[in-house]
């Protein structure tokens, strides 16, 4: 069964507001979006092009993406960590700018939000700016490898697991 | 020269909220005290020193345009009693200051007027601010 959300545990602590008390943030719990929610096709776009980066190496890069990233089910961390995924986002021809503002979009969907905070809160743009640079990266990487990269692997030609 | 503090932000439950120019007021939650004297005779006067604690509560205010977003804003924090945290903070080139009033509640039954220029008042209690 495809995993349908993730805890991610952040290396800088920031705070945050429940309950009428400020609380330090150390994990996120990261959910699947919904079918509803256009922000993750705009994520899959730009990550399919990433993978694909320069039409000559499109093959090559088919087999390397099934290779890489076999498909994480429940329970189980997929091979590639955030950071790797994050760098292989960084070596391609996207915009990183304007992934990332459709990544924060996302997490925030008012109908579908992704992201809790410590099960108390879901996250907001004052909380995700108070994020440090590096934890922002890895959550970004670890979302496509858990969920994207999983959604895409069919497009890809690759079998989904039974 | 120094430069006087008159932009101040203001975070309502992690959300920056638009407010009225010059609107924000606050104290910092340290009360009243009293000193009062206390007469030893031959005119040796002793001073007594006491703090009302019964006055140790964070207190600040802000305006809010009457628009309909907001009015639903203020309508949720009042909803919330005094679960509401509120951070203000203010920058000049001196430094920087920060406010986090932590329990705090919409405490005036305040007015919505539906003017062209209406504000929403906003007074507010809760615990005593941390400062940085």
Request: aromatic content about 8%; hydrophobic content about 35%.
């Amino acid at each position: 069964m495809q995993k349908t959300k993730f805890e991610f545990k952040l290396t800088t602590p920031f705070k945050f507001s429940s309950g009428g008390t400020v609380h330090e943030a150390e994990r996120l719990l990261l959910k699947e979006a919904s079918n509803s929610n256009e922000n993750f096709a705009r994520m899959q776009q730009a990550f399919i092009r990433a993978i694909f980066g320069n039409a000559k190496k499109s093959k090559q890069a088919i087999e390397d993406s099934q290779q890489a990233a076999p498909e994480a089910t429940e329970g189980e961390k997929p091979e590639m960590d955030g950071e790797a995924m994050y760098l292989l986002l960084l070596a391609s021809d996207i915009d990183i700018i304007e992934f990332k503002k459709y990544f924060r979009a996302m997490l925030m969907d008012k109908e579908d939000p992704l992201c809790i905070i410590e099960d108390m809160e879901t996250m907001k743009y004052e909380t995700y700016a108070k994020m440090s640079r590096q934890d922002t990266d890895r959550l970004i990487g670890e979302y496509i490898a858990n969920f994207i990269m999983a959604s895409s692997n069919p497009l890809l030609g690759k079998k989904s697991a039974p | 020269m120094t430069t006087q503090l008159s932009d101040p932000g203001v975070e309502v439950n992690d959300v920056r909220v638009g407010i009225v120019p010059n609107s924000v007021e606050f104290d910092e939650g340290m009360g009243e005290q009293k000193v009062v004297a206390e007469s030893a005779g031959d005119g040796v006067v002793t001073q007594v020193f006491s703090n009302n604690v019964e006055t140790n509560l964070g207190e600040f205010s802000f305006e809010l345009r009457a628009t309909l977003p907001n009015i639903a804003l203020a309508r949720t924090w009042k909803a919330n009693g005094n679960q509401n945290v509120v951070v203000i903070t203010g920058k000049t080139p001196e430094g920087s200051l920060t406010r986090t009033y932590q329990q705090v509640a919409i405490v005036n039954n305040y007015k919505v007027p539906p003017t062209a220029d209406g504000v929403i008042k906003l007074q507010w209690k809760g615990n005593q601010p941390s400062a940085s």
